[in-house]
């Protein structure tokens, strides 16, 4: 079983148009995440949330909204796209907010054009 | 601020040798450091962590790192490479302050193990 997954694994977009993923995770934890891979591929987190509640956000433009309707759920939606958002986005998850992220998704690799 | 470095964004060994990924830590106060491991086109893997006690650290897959205070250094080590051990490996550092759960990643070595 997956422990954590994400949808779609490719998002091809256009410059302007608005995107979601979204990440489900069946581990029961009550902490997940979403963090972002640079083409360079450096690792930065953008948000975290525990128990659907917002409890890091980080310095990230608010044309990216992230929703949790429960704890097993985290989607990132991203408004007017930019060339500078292609990234591969990844969710994670932890037991709760003390610990850090052991479990990642495997990616969803967004590219603007 | 806290932060990871990690010096070398590649890293060639031969199957069958002892290999070393390197990594050091610039964090106020007792540092909690982590490994992963990303696989092409793979989300990152957990592989070990340092909280406190013994300065090694056993992890998945034959890992081990050694963390080391007065070198503020937690290098990742494994006695024979595999094949199968070439990835992508991040060391991370928990920041303090604030939410307890936020990781700050290095840049990232590349291992590459030679048949």
């Known amino acids: 079983d997956t422990a954590v997954s994400q949808t779609p694994k490719y998002l091809v977009t256009q410059m302007g148009n608005d995107k979601s993923i979204k990440c489900e995770q069946n581990?029961?934890?009550?902490?997940m995440y979403w963090y972002k891979q640079d083409s360079k591929k450096f690792l930065k987190i953008m948000f975290s949330?525990?128990?659907?509640?917002?409890?890091i956000n980080e310095t990230v433009p608010n044309r990216f909204s992230p929703k949790s309707p429960d704890k097993a759920h985290l989607n990132l939606h991203i408004n007017s796209l930019e060339l500078g958002d292609s990234a591969v986005y990844f969710c994670?998850?932890?037991?709760?907010?003390?610990?850090?992220?052991?479990?990642f998704g495997p990616g969803t690799r967004l590219t603007v054009l | 601020a806290q932060s990871v470095a990690q010096p070398e964004d590649q890293v060639n060994v031969a199957e069958g040798n002892p290999l070393t990924v390197k990594c050091t830590y610039s964090?106020?106060?007792?540092?909690?450091l982590f490994w992963y491991v990303q696989y092409p086109n793979r989300g990152l893997q957990f592989l070990l962590k340092?909280?406190?006690?013994?300065?090694l650290v056993k992890g998945s897959y034959g890992f081990e790192a050694e963390f080391n205070k007065s070198q503020t250094s937690f290098h990742l080590k494994k006695p024979s490479a595999l094949v199968s051990d070439s990835a992508l490996y991040f060391c991370?550092?928990?920041?303090?302050?604030?939410?307890?759960?936020?990781?700050?990643f290095g840049t990232g070595t590349l291992l590459a193990v030679q048949p």
């Open positions: 994670a998850s932890s037991p709760d907010y003390t610990v850090v992220p052991q479990y």
């Open positions: 581990l029961g934890h009550d902490t």
């Open positions: 949330y525990n128990n659907k509640e917002l409890i």
């Open positions: 964090v106020s106060g007792n540092p909690y």
């Open positions: 340092y909280i406190t006690g013994d300065n």
């Open positions: 991370a550092v928990r920041a303090l302050g604030g939410a307890t759960n936020k990781l700050i």
